[in-house]
């Protein structure tokens, strides 16, 4: 009896699945991630493209400067509207909108929006008008 030989070459190359795979890249991500979590103030900035119109507006502070601050048609500082913020609050869920000028820096907003954070309230939303719209 006679074998026949056969030329042809056997090539077989060792695939991973695919599960194999995406399980690799996730375990790969997870290590590469930094978990840190930044702490924040979350609001708008005057001339946003998006922006949610809000029903629920209790309280209305305007600020202009540090010792230029409307709240109720009355004017206040920085130092004197904390005690009167105080007074008002009644619930978390109270809104209120702060308006500032476009040239206010943000450190001062951020003050402002503390002021009012310090006072109990949750919800603010800061004032801004529409990209285009601006006089």
Not at 89 to 116: C, N
């Amino acid at each position: 009896m006679k074998l026949g030989i056969s030329s042809k070459k056997i090539s077989t190359t060792v695939l991973i699945s695919m599960t194999d795979v995406i399980f690799l890249l996730l375990l790969f991500l997870l290590i590469a991630s930094n978990f840190s979590s930044q702490t924040g103030v979350p609001f708008k900035l005057p001339g946003s493209q998006s922006r949610n119109r809000q029903t629920l507006q209790v309280l209305q502070i305007v600020y202009v400067d540090d010792a230029n601050i409307t709240f109720k048609d009355k004017p206040y500082t920085l130092a004197s509207l904390a005690p009167v913020l105080k007074r008002e609050f009644k619930s978390p869920e109270q809104v209120v909108r702060l308006s500032a000028p476009k040239e206010a820096s943000l450190q001062s907003v951020i003050t402002v929006m503390d002021a009012i954070r310090g006072a109990g309230f949750e919800k603010i939303f800061v004032a801004t008008i529409p990209v285009g719209a601006e006089k």
